[in-house]
Nanobody
């Protein structure tokens, strides 16, 4: 029921910055975990960052100190600020929303279509 649309990807030189956005079709107010994942050609999809409904964040080791995940007050848009980009950051980035039920189990798992980030050296 939740539609996720990513934007903000593009081509950037090493050391540059990009901000990705993920727009949700409705406000996310229930218990949830929102995350960004990425997948490079020939590699497995990996966790980039997550943010919970109470604002707690978690980051993958490869992006710690460089990336920041956040969301707006309406909880309808999720952001990923990417600084000090490296060629290894080149990947398709996906927005993910895990909606939890009353028992804190994953009720729904939604994915966006992905946005390409290319970092040149």
């Amino acid at each position: 029921q939740v539609q996720l649309v990513e934007s903000g990807g593009g081509l950037v030189q090493a050391g540059g910055s990009l901000r990705l956005s993920c727009a949700a079709s409705r406000s996310i107010f229930s218990n949830n975990v929102i995350g960004w994942y990425r997948q490079a050609p020939g590699k497995q999809r990996e966790l980039v960052a997550t943010i919970t409904s109470d604002g707690s964040t978690n980051y993958g080791d490869s992006v710690k100190g460089r990336f920041t995940i956040s969301r707006d007050n309406a909880e309808s848009t999720i952001y990923l600020q990417m600084n000090s980009l490296k060629p290894d950051d080149t990947a398709v980035y996906y927005c993910n929303a895990k909606i939890l039920d009353i028992w804190y189990s994953v009720k729904s798992d939604y994915w966006g279509q992905g946005t390409q980030v290319t970092v040149s050296s």
